[in-house]
């Protein structure tokens, strides 16, 4: 963030891919270079920590997908859907049952800043669906 400014309005860290909402500064728009940055830096200190990690067959670390999609938003709605999908992910993927058990997520600043109550989307062992 220090050389590459972007705010955060909202992410999910999960085990092989992220989902972030970002805003970046007047005129600039290399979203291509801030992810690059962020899955390398995150990746050496992985690396680093002794964490166990594969290689691919071309020499990569294999711990993120490869490519990502950009969208611009549209509007205040969409931003809450977008806002809503980011959260909902560590559910959808099966990691946890609640929202708020996932710890790598902006959700926490989202329910201490009042924005959603903390069992917001309620409880899913049933292997709801949200956001879809």
Not at 30 to 41: A, E, F, N, T
Not at 69 to 75: A, F, L, M, N, Y
Request: contains cysteine; proline residues 7%.
């Amino acid at each position: 963030m220090r050389e590459s400014p972007f705010e955060i309005a909202a992410m999910v860290v999960l085990p092989e891919h992220f989902h972030a909402l970002w805003t970046l500064p007047p005129g600039d728009d290399d979203y291509p270079g801030r992810i690059r940055l962020l899955k390398s830096r995150f990746t050496r200190c992985v690396v680093a920590a002794g964490v166990a990690t594969r290689r691919n067959a071309k020499g990569e670390y294999d711990l993120w997908q490869r490519r990502y999609w950009e969208h611009t938003i549209r509007d205040d709605l969409d931003f809450e859907k977008h806002v809503d999908y980011i959260h909902w992910n560590p559910v959808k993927h099966g990691h946890v049952a609640r929202v708020a058990d996932w710890p790598y997520s902006t959700f926490h600043r989202y329910t201490a800043r009042g924005v959603y109550p903390p069992d917001w989307a309620g409880d899913h062992t049933q292997g709801d669906s949200f956001g879809e």
